[in-house]
């Protein structure tokens, strides 16, 4: 039987495209680990769905994951069928143009693969304590480099 862990991510971008960083929170039983990391020149797009990346990353084996994001960009490519959509037409979308962030997006597919993974959206900026202290993590990302 696969462990059943929570996660918690957010990104966050100093300017758009600029600095970025982002959060994660891992939640097994009562024990929780906490992630970050930096970017110099970024996206917040690409900040939400790194924190996702590796979070995922972090799991030693094949888990049952509850993933919250407060980006409708991350949660909406898995429950609206953007991934498959984007993958049936070989990374286009509905417009033809180039899906963005499409080196991301792979790397997602790989692990989610690994594991049982459901998305869930939470609203961001709100009274959600796991979403704030991922934003914290995140924002204190960008603060600690230059």
């Given amino acids: 039987?696969?462990?059943?862990?929570?996660?918690?991510?957010?990104?966050?971008?100093?300017?758009?495209?600029?600095?970025?960083?982002?959060?994660?929170?891992?939640?097994?039983?009562?024990?929780?680990?906490?992630?970050?990391?930096y970017s110099p020149a970024t996206?917040?797009?690409?900040?939400?769905?790194?924190?996702?990346?590796?979070?995922?990353?972090?799991?030693k084996e094949p888990c049952s994951v509850a993933l919250y994001s407060d980006s409708s960009y991350v949660v909406n490519a898995f429950r609206e069928g953007w991934l498959?959509?984007?993958?049936?037409?070989?990374?286009?979308?509905?417009?033809?143009?180039?899906?963005?962030?499409?080196d991301l997006w792979k790397q997602i597919l790989e692990l989610t693969a690994r594991h049982t993974v459901t998305f869930h959206k939470v609203k961001g900026h709100s009274d959600n304590p796991y979403n704030n202290r991922c934003d914290e993590l995140a924002r204190q990302a960008i603060q600690k480099k230059p």
């Fill in 1 to 37: 039987m696969q462990k059943k862990i929570t996660i918690y991510t957010d990104g966050a971008c100093s300017g758009n495209p600029g600095k970025g960083g982002w959060g994660a929170m891992l939640m097994y039983g009562d024990a929780v680990r906490e992630l970050s990391g």
């Fill in 43 to 59: 996206t917040n797009n690409r900040m939400e769905l790194t924190a996702a990346i590796e979070a995922l990353r972090a799991l």
């Fill in 84 to 102: 498959d959509r984007w993958t049936r037409n070989n990374w286009k979308t509905a417009a033809k143009k180039n899906v963005e962030n499409t």
